[in-house]
């Protein structure tokens, strides 16, 4: 079993569609909690961080972390075409020492149609 | 800045010939990461850098994987010899720091596109 499980897609809605992406996970250790935006032909570039549970809001993005069910979620309020891209969710647990190794989804290809 | 920045962004290759990628991580930045995502395996962390010394290297997948680091502004990853399996896109990504601030910073640079045919 994978640390990190992430539904492939792809997820097709209508551009104004109200988008929910998914991600579940097996460590309770990990306390940080990332979604990455992936356009075709680049790097991943963070879009929202997290750290512990609860909600965090950023424009028409807003992610939510359930540690009680080892599960995270971010909603896309509003979607445009422009947000058509693979969302890759990521996480880490902190260490005493050392760089907090990030743990990634394998992402979902999201596709919002004008 | 001019972000993180590999080379070549495309690369074709026959079996069993040498592939060297390239990489510069953003200025300042001490930690240096080599990724290769796959569709079936997604993004998986193959080794990483502080100060140009190789930290863990635990996800190499076996000896024709090497990575090398000379200075703060330069990092290669080389397969020798090269085998299809090896077909995927690599990522250099940098950091500035450890710990939680040191997620937030993470820059990943567009890839390389290896195909070994």
């Known amino acids: 079993q994978k640390e990190v499980e992430q539904d492939p897609g792809p997820l097709s809605v209508p551009e104004g569609a109200i988008v929910s992406l998914n991600c579940t996970y097996s460590?309770?250790?990990?306390?940080?909690f990332m979604w990455y935006r992936q356009y075709s032909r680049k790097g991943p570039e963070l879009l929202m961080y997290?750290?512990?549970?609860g909600n965090k809001e950023d424009g028409r993005f807003t992610a939510q972390v359930d540690k009680s069910s080892k599960y995270i979620s971010l909603f896309i309020r509003d979607s445009q075409p422009s947000d058509s891209a693979t969302y890759l969710c990521?996480?880490?647990?902190?260490?005493?020492?050392?760089?907090?190794?990030?743990?990634f989804g394998t992402g979902t290809r999201l596709l919002v149609s004008p | 800045d001019a972000g993180v920045i590999q080379s070549p962004r495309h690369e074709v290759t026959e079996m069993g010939q040498e592939v060297t990628l390239r990489c510069k991580p953003i200025?300042?930045?001490?930690?240096l990461f080599w990724y290769r995502q796959t569709m079936m395996r997604g993004l998986e962390l193959l080794i990483y850098?502080?100060?140009?010394?190789?930290?863990?290297d635990s996800g190499m997948p076996e000896d024709r994987f090497s990575a090398k680091m000379p200075n703060a502004s330069f990092s290669t990853l080389k397969i020798q010899p090269s085998e299809p399996r090896d077909s995927a896109v690599y990522f250099c990504?940098?950091?500035?720091?450890?710990?939680?601030?040191?997620?937030?910073?993470?820059?990943f640079g567009s890839g390389t596109r290896l195909t070994v045919v």
């Open positions: 997290t750290y512990s549970s």
């Open positions: 990521a996480m880490s647990a902190p260490l005493n020492t050392g760089f907090q190794k990030l743990v």
């Open positions: 460590n309770s250790a990990f306390q940080y």
């Open positions: 850098f502080n100060n140009n010394v190789p930290i863990d």
């Open positions: 990504a940098s950091s500035s720091a450890s710990g939680p601030q040191g997620l937030k910073g993470y820059t």
């Open positions: 200025s300042g930045h001490d930690y």
